[in-house]
C-alpha cells in the first residue's frame, strides 16, 4: 500500500534537510549583498575617503593624496555652505509643510463618497506621474518672466504692478521652486494618508458617534493620531526627498539666482561638475548625507523602524 | 449617512475646484503645446489657442529624435529593473523567510539608502565609471537606477513575501520539493501582484532619473534619455515653449498611461509596504 | 505504513530550551494526540517529525529507516496544516496531485488517485474549483484528500480542526476518526483541545512547558493523572483542587475530616481533587452544605458553582475561576439562595503532593 520510497537524495548538497534548511537564506541574499557592496557600499566609502583628499578630478587607482580635512575647513568657513544650509532649510519647511497639508486635505476630501470618486481621486494624484523635468517645463513656462501665466494672474489679481522677474529675483525663483514642488509632492502624500484613512476602522467613527463627538472631534480625537504614524513616516519621507531633489531645482533655475535655490544637493553637484573640485563635492555630499541620518532619526526617534 | 444638498453641492464644488487647481498645469502643457509663437509671446494669455496647431506633435517628432529618447530610457529602465528584480526578489524572500544575524543592519542599511542623494553617490561612480570606460554608455544608467531600486524593492519585497503564510512552503516541501522548489513553483506564483507592482515602480523610480543620465551621457547624444533629451530644447536665450511643450507631451505620456491603466497595482504596492 | 521511534528529541533555540528529552514509541496503525496549551513544544515536536525544523538533538526512526536529518518530502510522510495551507493558485485536483506530480508520477497514476481520494474525502464535485471558493470544511477535506493520496507510512496533523466553527469541528472529528479506521495509516495528532485528544486517541500525550506530563490511553488519562497538570487539564468542566494538610493519614476538607482510601505515608501539604460529576445532590457518605455563587442549567445537568475554604486555583486558570464546581443532574428549579447539601464518596478523591504536583 505504501507508495515506493523515493531513493535518497544524492545531492550531497540537499538544502531540503532540516540542518541545511537555513543556508537557503544566505544564498538568497548574497547577489543582493554583493550587488549593494558593489555600487552602494563602496563608492560611498569612495566618496568617504575623497572627501578628505585634496583632490579636483580623481584617478581610480591612482596614488591617493594624503588625508586631509582641509576640505571640511573650507566647508564650514565657506559663505556658500552656510546659505546652501539655509536654503535646504527654508525649501525642506515649506515644501514639506506645503506637501503635508495640500495632500492631507485631498486625501480628506476624497475620502468621501461621491459619484465620480474614481475619477477624482486618479486626477489629484497625477502629478505624480508627470516626470519632474516635464513639470519644469510647464512651471518654467508659467513662470516665465514675460509672458508667463502667474506673472500675468499676479498683476491680475492686485499682488503687483509688473511681471515678476521669477528667474533674476531671489524671493521669486525660491517660491517658484518651492511651488513646482509642492505640486510634484503631495500626490505621494495624498496617497499614502487616503490609504491609512481607509484602514481607520468604520466602527470606531461608529462608536464615536454613539458618544455624541462631532465632526471635527471625530477628526481629531480618531483620525489624526490613527493616522499619526502614515502621516510621521510620509512626513520623513517628503522631507528626504526635499534634501535629496536635483531634477526640478537645477533644470528650473540652476540653484540661482545668486544661489538663492541652491540647496546642499545642488551644492555637492556643482562642487563637481562645474568647480571640477570632486574632494569638496564628496565633503559636501557626506555632510548632506549625516544631516540627513540625524534628522530622520530625530524626527522618528525609536519608531525609525517603521520606514522599513 | 445622508446628506443634504447644500452638503452634497460643497462637497462636488470642492473636488471640482481642486482638480482643476491641481490638473491646470497638465491642461497648460497642451494648451502651450498648441499655440503659435505669436500667441505664446502676447499677453493676456488666451486659455485656448485661436489656432491650435495639431501638426506640432507630427513637426516635433521629426524635428528632435523624441523616439530615439524614449527608447533610450526603455532601455536603461527595463535594464535595472530586470537586474534589481533578479537580486531584489531573492533577499526581500530571504529576509522574509529566514531570521539571519544581520537582519537588523539590512534594515539600517535600507534607510540609509532612501536617504543617500544621487548627487553624493554620482560623484564616486563617475569615477568608477571613468575607470572603466563606461561613461557614454547606457550601462552606466543600469547600475546607476539599480543603487535606487534595490533598497525600495527589497523593501517592499518583503513587506509582500510577510503576507504570504509560510506553511505554504511548508506544504510543498512535504510534498517533496527543495525549499527552492517551494518559492518557484508556490510562492512566486502567488506573489506576482506584487511582483508586478514593485517592477512598475522601479520602472517610474528608473525612468524619473535625471541626475545620473546628464552626468554620465551628456556627451552622447545618441544615448541621451527622455528627461535629457528635453532639457537639451531648453535654450541658451530662447526657448520654443510650444515645441518643447509638444515633446514634453511625448514624454510625459509613457508614466501618465502606466499611471492611469496600472494604478491599483503601483498604488497597492506603495501603501501595501508602508502600512505594517 | 509503519511505526514511529522519537528517541531523546529535544530543542533549542540558543539559551531557550522549548522541548526537552522526548521519548515516545508509536505503533504501527495507532492514532496518537499530543495535547498541551499553548508553548507547551507540541507544534514543535510535530515540525521536528515532518523535517521543517532541526532537532537539537535526538533520533526519529519512521519504520526501519532513521529520518532525523531526511528532507521532508523525502520521509514518505503526510502533513495536514491548521490553515489548510492549500495552494491558491492551483485547483483542487492540482492541489491534491501535488505530491504525486513532485515525485514525477504518470498522469494517468495521478488522475486515478486523485479520483480515488476526492471520492473518499466527498470533494469530487469541487476538483476543477480554486480553494478560495470553498468554504472552511471542504477545504480542510481537501487538505485530507491531499495528504491520503500519497499513500504515506504517516500522516501528521497540526491542529486541523481549529479554525472551523465548533458544530463543523465536532463532524469533522467524527470524520477522521472514521478516515483513520478505514485506511488505518499511523497518525500523530497536535491539539490545544483535551475533547479532540479524548475522543480520537489511543493514546494521548500531554505536554506542559516542553515537558510530557503522561503517555496513556485516554480513559487512564481520565481516571489515572499522573499529576496536578494532567487532572486539571482533562476533563470539562476541570477538577475541583482544595489545598489541605495531610496528617497520619487523614485531611480536613469541607470542614470534615477523613481518612483516605489510599494508604500513604505522606504527611504535610496536599492538595485534594474532586472532578466535579463526582459530586451528587443530597445522600452520600460524605455531605456538606454550601450557599451556590451561580447555577448554571444545561438542562438535564446543571452547574452548581460554590466557594469553599481552601478552593485552590487550578495552574493557568487564574482569572477564570469561579470557584468549585459540582455537576449534578437534575431538572426542574434548584433555588439559588438557600443552601445545598453536596455529598461525594471520598474514595473517588485525589491526592496530589502540593509542592511537586505529583500524584500520591
Redesign the interface.
Same mark, same amino acid.
Given at each position: 500500500m505504501t507508495d515506493t520510497v523515493q531513493p535518497e537524495r544524492r545531492k550531497f548538497f540537499d538544502l531540503a534537510r532540516p540542518s541545511r534548511q537555513h543556508l537557503l537564506g544566505y544564498i538568497l541574499i548574497a547577489p543582493a549583498v554583493l550587488m549593494v557592496a558593489a555600487i552602494i557600499v563602496w563608492p560611498l566609502v569612495l566618496a568617504i575617503d575623497l572627501s578628505f583628499q585634496q583632490v579636483k578630478i580623481p584617478r581610480l587607482g591612482g596614488a591617493s593624496r594624503p588625508f586631509s580635512i582641509s576640505n571640511y575647513v573650507w566647508l564650514f568657513s565657506s559663505p556658500e555652505f552656510w546659505l546652501a544650509c539655509w536654503v535646504t532649510l527654508k525649501l525642506v519647511i515649506v515644501v514639506t509643510v506645503g506637501s503635508v497639508a495640500v495632500g492631507l486635505s485631498t486625501a480628506l476630501l476624497v475620502n468621501n463618497r461621491f459619484k465620480g470618486r474614481t475619477a477624482a481621486r486618479l486626477g489629484m494624484a497625477l502629478p505624480w506621474a508627470v516626470p519632474e523635468i516635464i513639470a519644469v517645463v510647464i512651471f518654467a513656462w508659467m513662470f516665465d518672466t514675460s509672458f508667463g501665466l502667474f506673472g500675468w494672474l499676479a498683476i491680475q489679481l492686485g499682488f503687483t504692478d509688473q511681471m515678476i522677474p521669477w528667474v533674476s529675483s531671489s524671493t521669486a525663483a525660491f517660491w517658484a521652486v518651492a511651488i513646482t514642488m509642492v505640486w510634484k509632492g503631495f500626490p505621494f502624500v495624498s496617497i499614502m494618508c487616503l490609504a491609512g484613512l481607509q484602514s481607520i476602522p468604520a466602527d470606531y467613527y461608529a462608536a464615536a458617534k454613539v458618544d455624541g463627538a462631532g465632526v471635527w472631534q471625530r477628526f481629531r480625537w480618531i483620525t489624526m493620531p490613527l493616522l499619526m504614524p502614515v502621516l510621521g513616516v510620509t512626513l520623513v519621507l517628503t522631507l528626504l526627498w526635499v534634501f535629496r531633489d536635483f531634477s526640478i531645482i537645477k533644470v528650473l533655475t540652476g540653484g540661482g539666482p545668486l544661489r538663492s535655490t541652491q540647496t546642499l544637493s545642488i551644492m555637492t553637484y556643482d562642487q563637481a561638475f562645474q568647480y571640477h573640485n570632486f574632494g569638496r563635492a564628496a565633503a559636501v555630499g557626506v555632510l548632506t548625507l549625516v544631516i540627513c541620518i540625524i534628522a530622520s532619526l530625530l524626527m522618528l526617534g525609536r519608531r525609525s523602524k517603521s520606514i522599513y | 449617512m445622508r446628506r443634504t444638498f447644500a452638503q452634497s453641492l460643497a462637497l462636488y464644488a470642492t473636488v471640482a475646484f481642486t482638480l482643476i487647481m491641481i490638473l491646470f498645469p497638465v491642461y497648460w502643457l497642451l494648451v502651450t503645446a498648441l499655440s503659435t509663437t505669436d500667441e505664446l509671446y502676447r499677453l493676456p494669455p488666451t486659455f485656448w489657442p485661436n489656432d491650435p496647431q495639431w501638426d506640432i506633435f507630427a513637426r516635433v517628432w521629426a524635428a528632435k529624435p523624441i523616439l530615439m529618447w524614449l527608447w533610450n530610457s526603455m532601455l536603461a529602465a527595463v535594464g535595472s529593473v530586470a537586474l534589481s528584480m533578479l537580486v531584489s526578489v531573492s533577499a526581500g524572500y530571504a529576509l522574509s523567510r529566514y531570521s539571519m544575524r544581520g537582519g537588523a543592519t539590512m534594515g539600517m542599511f535600507v534607510l540609509t539608502a532612501k536617504m543617500l542623494p544621487a548627487t553624493l553617490l554620482v560623484i564616486p561612480l563617475f569615477s568608477i565609471f571613468s575607470s572603466f570606460g563606461l561613461i557614454g554608455s547606457l550601462w552606466t544608467l543600469v547600475l546607476a537606477h539599480s543603487t535606487m531600486i534595490i533598497p525600495f524593492a527589497t523593501w517592499m519585497l518583503k513587506g509582500y513575501f510577510d503576507t504570504i503564510p509560510k506553511e505554504l512552503e511548508q506544504a510543498a516541501m512535504v510534498d517533496g520539493c527543495s525549499p527552492i522548489g517551494a518559492m518557484i513553483r508556490v510562492v512566486l506564483p502567488i506573489a506576482t501582484p506584487g511582483l508586478a507592482a514593485t517592477a512598475l515602480y522601479a520602472f517610474v523610480l528608473s525612468w524619473a532619473d535625471y541626475a545620473y543620465a546628464r552626468t554620465f551621457l551628456v556627451n552622447s547624444p545618441d544615448n541621451w534619455t527622455a528627461n535629457l533629451g528635453i532639457t537639451t530644447m531648453q535654450g541658451e536665450y530662447v526657448t520654443y515653449w510650444n515645441d518643447i511643450s509638444a515633446a514634453s507631451v511625448f514624454i510625459a505620456l509613457p508614466i501618465i498611461a502606466i499611471y492611469l491603466f496600472l494604478e491599483r497595482y503601483l498604488v497597492g504596492g506603495l501603501t501595501a509596504g508602508a502600512e505594517k | 505504513?509503519?511505526n514511529i521511534s522519537i528517541r531523546n528529541v529535544s530543542k533549542s533555540y540558543g539559551a531557550l530550551n522549548v522541548l526537552r528529552p522526548f521519548s515516545l514509541e508509536i505503533e504501527d496503525g495507532e492514532f496518537v494526540v499530543l495535547v498541551g496549551p499553548s508553548g507547551c513544544g507540541k507544534s514543535t515536536m510535530l515540525k521536528?517529525l !515532518? $523535517? /521543517?525544523?532541526?532537532?537539537s538533538e535526538g533520533e526519529i526512526f519512521i519504520g526501519d529507516?532513521e529520518v532525523t %536529518? /531526511? !528532507?521532508?518530502? %523525502?520521509r %514518505?510522510?503526510?502533513?495536514v #496544516?491548521?490553515?489548510y !495551507? /492549500?495552494?491558491?493558485?492551483l485547483t483542487v485536483r492540482q492541489n491534491i496531485g #501535488? $505530491?504525486l506530480k513532485?515525485?514525477g508520477t504518470d498522469k494517468t497514476e495521478i488522475d486515478r488517485r486523485v479520483d480515488d481520494a476526492a471520492r473518499i474525502l466527498e470533494v469530487t464535485p469541487y476538483l476543477d474549483r480554486k480553494p478560495k471558493e470553498l468554504s472552511g470544511g471542504q477545504r480542510q477535506r481537501v487538505a485530507l484528500g491531499?495528504a491520503i493520496v500519497?499513500?504515506?507510512?504517516a500522516f501528521l496533523m497540526d491542529e486541523p480542526l481549529s479554525n472551523l466553527d465548533a458544530k463543523l469541528r465536532v463532524h469533522m472529528r467524527a470524520e477522521i476518526g472514521a478516515l483513520h479506521k478505514r485506511i488505518g495509516v499511523t497518525t500523530v495528532y497536535v491539539t490545544h483541545d483535551q475533547v479532540e485528544a479524548m475522543t480520537m486517541a489511543d493514546r494521548v500525550v500531554i505536554m506542559q512547558g516542553g515537558i510530557i506530563q503522561q503517555i496513556a490511553a485516554p480513559d487512564e488519562l481520565f481516571n489515572n493523572p499522573a499529576n496536578l497538570f494532567v487532572a486539571g487539564f482533562i476533563g470539562s468542566p476541570g477538577m475541583n483542587f482544595l489545598n489541605a494538610e495531610l496528617r497520619d493519614g487523614t485531611v480536613t476538607v469541607f470542614g470534615q475530616q477523613m481518612a483516605l482510601p489510599r494508604a500513604t505515608s505522606h504527611q504535610g501539604a496536599v492538595v485534594i481533587g474532586l472532578r466535579p460529576e463526582h459530586l451528587v445532590l443530597g445522600d452520600a457518605p460524605v455531605t456538606f452544605s454550601v450557599r451556590p455563587t451561580l447555577i448554571e442549567s444545561l438542562g438535564s445537568e446543571k452547574y452548581v458553582y460554590f466557594n469553599v475554604e481552601g478552593a485552590r486555583i487550578a495552574d493557568g486558570e487564574e482569572g477564570k475561576s469561579k470557584g468549585l464546581i459540582a455537576r449534578v443532574s437534575h431538572t426542574g428549579n434548584l433555588p439559588r439562595d438557600e443552601d445545598i447539601r453536596l455529598g461525594f464518596d471520598p474514595d473517588q478523591l485525589y491526592l496530589f503532593d502540593a509542592k511537586t504536583g505529583g500524584r500520591l
Open positions: - | - | 505504513m509503519a521536528i !515532518a $523535517g /521543517l525544523e532541526p532537532a529507516r %536529518d /531526511l !528532507a521532508p518530502g %523525502d %514518505d510522510i503526510a502533513m #496544516f491548521q490553515n !495551507a /492549500l495552494y491558491p493558485h #501535488f $505530491g513532485m515525485r491531499r500519497r499513500q504515506p507510512q
